[in-house]
């Protein structure tokens, strides 16, 4: 199993502030209440870091902004369909969550995706495993650089000045994902979804899906100021190396 080598430990899901049997058959009423031992209860959650993102995305506009628009210009130019899209995911709470991407698929494509498991074994033991596919058939040929660097991940800026997202956090998932948290389900939703967060930095999608989970609940665990900025700076060397991003 991978550790986050970044910050020299091992995944220690059973350990620190939250155990996963803690919070299962929650009632909905509860499902707002963060738990007062978790560090992501703290006044350095809810009011520090939510500052901490506005002063990175104001401070990386003047970059950020010029070269989305050459982006959707490529994709609009590359292939059929709009440059942006939004897609719904699981948000903290549980609440519902429409994430907002760069377009790297072909339009209509999930016909492509079909085809291709349905004559692919290896492929469709991959997408059992990981929910994600190194060749995938939907991706463009645009789409495949954008993912490689993350580029695609620049309109989520919207997400977090609506204050739906954090810059870094566990990455919000499809409803469908969710049996794969299994009782780390809860824990998990309790945290803001991020842009880039730990397992992000940790291996990327050369992770397994069970290592991407544990270490999204050690990030509920053990969250910081420090981590967070830690992540942030893992963030950058990652994106430059592009490993593990497919």
Known sequence: MATPE??????????GHVHAGDYTGVP??????VPANLPIASFS???????????IVFLTLPLVLPLGLLIAAAIRITSKGSALYRHRRIGQ?????????FRTMYKDSDHLL??????NPDARREWADAHKLKDDPRVTPIGKFLRRTSLDEIPQIINVLAGEMSVVGPRPIVD??????????????????????????SGRCDLTYEERVLLDVQYVNRWSLWMELKILLKTIFVMMQREGAY
């Open 45 to 55: 959650y809810r009011a520090v870091k939510p500052l901490i993102d506005l002063v």
């Open 114 to 119: 079909e085809h291709h498991l349905s004559t």
């Open 176 to 201: 469908k994902e969710r049996p794969k948290y299994g009782m780390y389900f809860q824990v998990f939703s309790y945290a803001m979804p991020g842009i880039t967060g730990l397992w992000q930095v």
């Open 93 to 101: 709470f549980q609440q519902p969550l429409y994430v907002w991407k």
């Open 6 to 15: 970044f910050f020299n430990t091992e995944i220690a899901y059973n350990e």
């Open 28 to 33: 909905e009423s509860q499902l707002r209440a």
